[in-house]
């Protein structure tokens, strides 16, 4: 993997809210330790598939290397420096999927590029067990029934961080001006299913919606 731990956005986030909480002597502690688990992830993950790597390198990896090394010395902090530091980068990056929507023909292009690229980012090469209902240009529905970012929060001894995921993927989908996105279920939250649904719904022929 490529990936530069201090060049992740979240990681960024995390760090300048610990610093609110903890002395920057300590965040230094902290930063260093979270880059050496970092670097541990990365190796022994090395032979993972590129589709698993793009997971590992967005997000994923650098939110729990953060949390389990705040966590190690901070656990009362360490949970609410994460929420609040992975709240803002996922809004921002919402954001930014907002604007670019705005731009004409983009929620069209947006919608077909997603049904193409959801059997890559949540198919089995990424190690998820999903059921694609509709990739359709103006509707795209699938459900997730075995996360891998879930096992690795539990294989990485912090099950509890990975609600943290499920928020994300709703900051950063959610508001697109002429898409409705929409996830009733959850693993985390009923243990079902995480159901994903996506409608370009000023051009929408109206499929009828698979619960």
Do not use: W
Request: hydrophobic residues 35%; glycine residues 6%; positive net charge.
């Amino acid at each position: 993997m490529s990936a530069v731990l201090s060049e992740n956005v979240y990681f960024r986030e995390y760090i300048r809210e610990a610093e609110k909480v903890i002395k920057s002597a300590e965040v230094l502690t902290v930063r260093l330790k979270a880059d050496k688990y970092y670097n541990h992830l990365i190796e022994r993950n090395e032979a993972a598939s590129d589709a698993a790597k793009k997971i590992y390198e967005r997000v994923l990896f650098a939110t729990l290397v953060m949390y389990r090394t705040l966590k190690e010395t901070y656990p009362e902090q360490a949970y609410g420096i994460i929420e609040r530091g992975a709240m803002r980068a996922s809004r921002e990056n919402g954001e930014k999927m907002r604007k670019l929507a705005k731009v004409p023909g983009a929620k069209t292009l947006l919608m077909t590029n997603l049904g193409h690229e959801v059997k890559k980012s949540y198919g089995p090469e990424a190690g998820f067990d999903t059921q694609f209902i509709s990739s359709r240009g103006n509707y795209v529905q699938f459900d997730v029934k075995k996360c891998p970012v879930r096992q690795f929060c539990e294989d990485y001894g912090v099950p509890e961080i990975a609600k943290i995921f499920c928020m994300i993927e709703s900051n950063e989908f959610s508001g697109i001006d002429g898409i409705d996105f929409d996830r009733v279920h959850s693993l985390e939250l009923d243990g079902e299913k995480c159901n994903f649904r996506f409608e370009h719904v000023k051009e929408a022929k109206y499929f009828k919606k698979i619960s």
